[in-house]
């Protein structure tokens, strides 16, 4: 009966195995895609554009070089291959640069640079990598810009096609007058995430490590730039590579006895099962960064709440050691919100003082004391703050009970931690407060500081790290993460090889076996982008900025 339940369980689980059809070849993923992305359609033939030489003494000398092999050739702009992109790579919309970048990309890239670019001297021989000085021309011949042309010819290039790179002077409107010049000599402007697009249908990346582009752009921290950098550099691809291979080296194994069974000896399941063993650790420790992850790219929000005059400020500043929030002796200096950024362990926190909270009849006062409230509730940990000189007073009391009321209505489980402030003050008090804390389940934590000094506030910030399960990751943070689309293809995977180890408990036949293999390694191209459809790579690309 247990078998025929096992039968069931896996025909319900892997029905869409069953039927859905075979997965498309990349090649077949790259021409569908075409369809929506305009980057690999073929391109719409250029109009004419007249020399911008200025002299018909000027010409552009495309000489051999590595990109080609016996019986090839480049395409030019407008012979159905492919079309040529153009963006400004560089920030633009703040303080203007010294230096900005106007790139192309694709099989007519040397073609439109040399209809806009006059070097210094008359002939430009396009070079894998070697600067040319000269100038860019409009369509009337008129200097716009004086541009250092950076060829980097195919396939040595991010995107692995011809590209030059234009390096114009860091206005603006310098920049756009160039760009502006090459869509008018043909080439087609591009859409967000397009040259890491190219970089992916062409090889040069794996899915993975494209997303890790936007994200190292995107960093707040250190810890998060250094994260995205080794998924770069394919820290994390290697271990998804490793693991697809493993399943389908276990999977071509399984499927030969199915065909030549009394040919060949009987399967060591010992091994077997030593082998899913260690799969399965690798994908634990791998989502064991998810988390992590999430951390980086959003970070902490931490509200610091307590009565007036206990010292929630100075606690701000000492802590973002700066001079954020004024500090007086008199209650209620505080009236707004005030925010400092600091970085624990590469985990970006903001954090937020608040007024004090008590009732009041100032009215400028009872707002700010609505405010305090408003962002307790919204934050992923509070800070409440007590002083030691006062002890815990009635007050505390209301306010707690203010806090517990909030949870209990919203259903939050925000974790709190009390901090007892000013224990120069009185050092006596920590063993006092020890033995008062463990009255009080509401508090996650409680830490003793002193906000002149300095004093406690290594182990605030433990204990922060403790709650948010953080606590063994080194200072440096972790080499690389995972993010939540990866996240959801490794817990496929571990439930795939979940369901292969009950079928081998469960002596259920071979073909069950393959089955759970096949998710399995299914889930990890996903991962890579081997197995990935139009829909995720137009959502995962669509988030990137234009120019990259």
Known sequence: MAAFRAVLRHIHINTYSFFAPPPRPPTALVLSYAATWHCLSPSKPSRTVKSRAGSDNYKLVAKKDERLRAGERVDEVGSGRGTTIAAIVTSVGGPPAAVGIVRLSGPGAVSIAGRVFRPARKTWRPTSHVVEYGVVLDSDGNVIDEVLAVPMLAPRSYTREDVVELQCHGCEVCLRRVLRTCLEAGATLARPGEFTLRAFLNGRLDLSQAENVARLIAAKSVAAADAALEGIQGGFSSLVQSLRSRCIELLTEIEARLDFDDEMPPLDLSLIMDKIHNMSRDVENALETANYDKLLQSGLQIAIVGRPNVGKSSLLNAWSKSERAIVTEIAGTTRDVIEASISVNGIPITLLDTAGI????????KIGVERSEAVARGADLIIMTVSAVEGWTSEDTKLLERIQSTKGSTGSSTPVILVVNKIDCKPC???????????????????FTCAVTGQGLQDLERAVLQIVGLEGIPAGGRRWTVNQRQCEQLVRTKEALARLQSSIKEELPLDFWTIDLRDAALSLGQISGEDISEEVLSNIFGKFCIGK
Request: hydrophobic residues 25%; aromatic residues 8%.
């Open 429 to 447: 008090a920590e063993t006092e407060w020890d033995k008062g804390c463990q009255s009080h389940k509401i508090f996650s934590k409680h830490v």
């Open 358 to 365: 008590r009732d009041t009849d100032d009215i400028v006062e």
